[in-house]
């Protein structure tokens, strides 16, 4: 599935294309909001809008297929999904107190994530939304999964506390959809006989930009309402019959937090950060549950991560008592045959040590880390199919 592209997205895309050539050191101070990329209305707490780490660590699992020195230290750029942001701002810290090398990822959504590797104007792309293989294929990418994690309805409705709301998907489509436009409407009284709904309208806020967020949420509405899988689908970027904008998972967070009525849409760590109140789901198996790491990996437990399929996994409306309805993976995209191999070997590099190192700070953040036989079905692609001009692996396995 290839996302559509507005106005706004390759604007977005071109001032980001600008400022990565060359790279700034005053834009990394100011960041992103103030350098214009990705018109952020607010920026994240958990770390700097641009990550920036240094050094390198080679993984246990693997060795460099050719020689390196800390001389070589250099700038990585990437850029796309807000949905794992707080985990990579988290992962970067560490990595640089560990290592060396700068890693400036720019959190400007899946859709721009995508384009961005794409266009070579980055060494990797970072997406919410899964590439189906031939499409990678079509682009010369590889695709690898980073964590887990789960997106989350967010309200702001006055007397109604984080987890004492709850819905089932149906409504929350009728919700987006307009159909429901008060917070004591029937069908939401009917689900919450003992919470006192106010007589207020309800404010949709929903992504401007292409957001692998919004791919999930929308799956997940597809998957529970014909009429919304209908008139809408799923995708990076849909047609919203209504709704005011905002961009990234940062800027949902802000507007619900100041909108009366609000509801709204985020990954589970910036609703936790803004200390957002949530809704509880009712899941495929008719159960309600409440998002955390457990849910989650409840609904992540059967998942056929296939190397040959670029690993394609979606998790929306899983089966299981316990499993949170909507869950994805998030996405990592490289080019097979890099235009700057010493620049994607050192982003491979970072991301091994985010598999060697890194669980427990997804953890502290409630994604859920991959297993470790995925992890080295991901070190069997890095081995095989990311290479140089010459044929030669960027990186070898090591026995």
Known sequence: ???????????????????????????????IAEAGLGNRSTVLKTGPTTIAVAGLITASTLVLAAPWSPAAAMEISGAGATFPYPLYAKWAD?????????????????????????????????????????????????????VIGGVVPVVNVEGVRSGELKLDGATLAKVFLGDIKSWNDPAIAKLNPDTKLPPLPIV?????????????????????????????????????PIGIRANGNDGIANSVQNTKGAIGYVEYAYAKQSKLATIRMINKDGKT????????????????????DGFHVILT????????????????LVRKQPNDPVAAREALRFFAWAYSKGDKIAEDLDYVPLPKSVVAEIEKVWATQIKDASGKPIFVEAH
Do not use: C
């Open 289 to 308: 549950v409440e998002p955390s790491a457990a849910a989650f990996q409840a609904a992540a437990v059967n998942a056929k991560w296939d190397k040959d």
């Open 317 to 332: 409306d899983e089966s299981g008592a316990a499993s949170w309805p909507i869950t994805g993976a998030t996405f990592i």
């Open 94 to 146: 560490a990595y640089k107190k560990d290592t060396g090398t700068k890693v400036n990822y720019y959190p400007i959504g899946s859709g721009g994530g995508i384009k961005q590797i794409q266009n070579n104007v980055v060494t990797f792309g970072a997406s919410d939304m899964p590439l189906k293989i031939d499409l990678l294929n079509k682009d010369g990418l590889v695709q690898f999964p980073t």
């Open 204 to 240: 949709v806020v929903r992504r401007l930009d292409g957001s692998g967020t919004t791919f999930l949420w929308t799956d997940y509405l597809s998957k529970v309402s014909a009429e919304w899988k209908s008139k809408v689908g799923s995708n990076t970027s849909v047609e919203w």
């Open 1 to 31: 599935m290839q996302s559509s592209w507005s106005d706004d997205e390759l604007a977005g895309a071109g001032r980001l294309h600008a400022a990565l050539e060359p790279a700034k050191p005053t834009m990394e101070r100011r960041g």
